[in-house]
């Protein structure tokens, strides 16, 4: 399974962004998919997570609740995070996940990651 993630980029504080993640390397619907972030010096942390097939369920961060929406396209084997209302505090490169465990995504630990993209929140 291969990951590419894309879209990051500098914004201004409120502004959005969508970040575009294509999965190649096996049958995408299949699995779970998950965005994290990751600042210097710290853990990277969890940010939203869709399940796999129909996507009907999704799972965020309380710290991006209401502000980021991850959403699923099965035929383009992609999975979208869509960012509103950004903060200086969203600034961090972010990564997108696989796995057919959405508990191995939940816990940090999927089997797939991307390359990341830096997502940069200036005032």
């Known amino acids: 399974v291969q990951l590419q993630a894309s879209g990051g980029g500098l914004v201004q504080t409120g502004g959005s962004l969508r970040l575009s993640c294509v999965f190649s390397?096996?049958?995408?619907?299949?699995?779970?998919m998950g965005w994290f972030r990751q600042v210097p010096g710290k853990e990277r942390e969890f940010v939203a997570a869709?399940?796999?097939?129909?996507?009907?369920?999704?799972i965020y961060a309380d710290s991006v609740k209401g502000r980021f929406i991850i959403a699923r396209d099965n035929p383009r084997n992609t999975v979208y995070l869509q960012m509103n209302s950004l903060k200086l505090e969203d600034t961090a490169v972010y990564y997108c996940?696989?796995?057919?465990?959405?508990?191995?995504?939940?816990?940090?630990?999927?089997?797939?990651w991307g390359q990341g993209t830096q997502v940069t929140v200036s005032s």
């Open positions: 390397g096996d049958t995408f619907e299949t699995y779970h």
């Open positions: 996940a696989a796995d057919q465990s959405l508990h191995s995504i939940r816990i940090n630990n999927p089997d797939y």
């Open positions: 869709i399940i796999r097939r129909s996507g009907a369920s999704t």
